[in-house]
């Protein structure tokens, strides 16, 4: 027995090596030391260990209730996968069309692991909500289609290889979809895939996509018709650096109206890590009418801007290093860089032998005459983070299915079709 026992660790040891990748060598270089590296690789060595010997009892995904342990006591939903392509949640339409609260909620501690199934989850109605809470919850390729919204909070939340498709897709019959399709990512190394190109983990579909936290919103593809809100001020932890810094990240913003508006906030201590550093931001809206605000030490620092058309304007605040060696590729459209004279004189091109006209600094206010709420409101429905905080003291967690805007559910009062409203 011990010799078999001895065998399943190594079996689990390679499985976490070979299909997790969860520590690139580009986390480990980037600031991660060693004893961090062993002690989050133990983790997903039990984790894989444990998707060995249970399944989780799959059951209660149509209950919506991936919380915590089933009767054996290991976590709920773990390694449980898809058994086609795309397999539609509830799978029980005879008895209900939407999860009971309209969520799928996933929490505790190593809830809802897929295991490297490549299948995907499909929600049967856009008005249910993903939620994801704890630690290492909804890791290891847990891919979701037709999500209405989705909020992941803890550590290691929306971790690996993670695929969330917004949709707007319900049952015939049913009430029109009204969520806003936003994602709301807040704690420490929360919404982070492996590195590669495009990154693992990928965030489609999706309106406005909030990332609050210490290394939250890093080796991710997001492609996004609004704006995007970067926060080393977390709502359910503390203030870290990192966020949404990383060479792997690949930021999109596209609208199929003219002339949409997207606003891209990054605030921060001025005294921790990096933020919005080393990133790609790509606007492929026509005539995108784009503001970028870089307000803390490193934001902004060595990221890759690019607009199609339209009117760009990039905001060089507060910060040590703010913008420096910010690329910025204008085509057809205009760039004014505002703020400090002095920082926007760093974004490469505008530098000493450089073209001086990438995206000069401008003394003026609203350089693309944006309307006058343009950055001041946040668009994100789940995201208590106010767009221009300076600090995280009145924070709040990211509340999905209250304030989403999403229809809610019925609940069958029979085993007939007779429905009342929840």
Request: net charge negative; proline share 4%.
């Amino acid at each position: 027995m011990v010799v078999i026992k001895h065998l399943l660790v190594i079996l689990a040891w390679l499985q976490a090596a070979a299909i997790n990748s969860s520590i690139s060598s580009e986390q480990a270089c980037e600031g991660h030391d060693g004893a961090a590296y062993l002690q989050r690789f133990s983790k997903e060595s039990s984790a894989s260990l444990a998707g060995l010997e249970t399944t989780g009892n799959c059951d209660f995904i149509n209950e919506g209730n991936c919380e915590g342990t089933n009767g054996d006591g290991d976590p709920r939903c773990n390694s449980c996968a898809p058994s086609a392509a795309v397999e539609v949640i509830p799978t029980d339409e005879s008895e209900r069309k939407r999860f009971p609260d309209g969520k799928l909620s996933c929490g505790t501690s190593q809830n809802c692991i897929t295991q490297a199934n490549l299948n995907f989850w499909k929600f049967r109605d856009a008005n249910d909500v993903q939620i994801c809470t704890g630690n290492q919850v909804c890791n290891n390729n847990w891919k979701v289609k037709n999500v209405g919204a989705a909020c992941c909070s803890g550590d290691s939340v929306c971790y690996t290889d993670l695929v969330f498709e917004m949709g707007q897709d319900v049952p015939t019959g049913e009430p029109v979809a009204t969520c806003t399709n936003d994602v709301c990512c807040d704690g420490k190394q929360t919404c982070v895939g492996s590195s590669g190109s495009p990154p693992t983990s990928q965030f489609l579909g999706t309106r406005t996509l909030s990332c609050r936290g210490e290394g939250t919103c890093r080796q991710i593809l997001a492609n996004m018709s609004k704006d995007l809100y970067c926060s080393q001020y977390s709502g359910v932890g503390e203030t870290g650096p990192d966020t949404c810094s990383s060479s792997s990240n690949e930021f999109y913003f596209d609208n199929p109206t003219a002339g949409s508006e997207h606003c891209v906030t990054c605030f921060g201590n001025n005294g921790q890590g990096v933020i919005c550093a080393d990133s790609t931001f790509t606007f492929d809206t026509v005539n995108a009418q784009a503001k970028m605000i870089f307000s803390a030490k490193n934001a902004g620092k060595q990221a890759t801007v690019t607009i199609t058309s339209g009117c760009l304007e990039i905001n060089c605040a507060t910060g040590t290093d703010t913008c420096v060696d910010l690329v910025v590729t204008k085509n057809s459209a205009t760039c004014h860089c505002t703020g400090k004279q002095g920082k926007c004189n760093q974004i490469s091109g505008n530098k000493a032998g450089g073209t001086g006209d990438t995206c000069p600094y401008i003394d003026d206010d609203n350089p693309c005459s944006f309307a006058a709420t343009m950055c001041q409101t946040p668009s994100s429905c789940c995201d208590g983070l106010s767009a221009t905080a300076s600090s995280g003291s009145s924070n709040s967690p990211p509340d999905c299915v209250g304030q989403c805007g999403c229809t809610a559910p019925t609940t069958s009062t029979t085993t007939t079709t007779t429905t009342t409203t929840t």
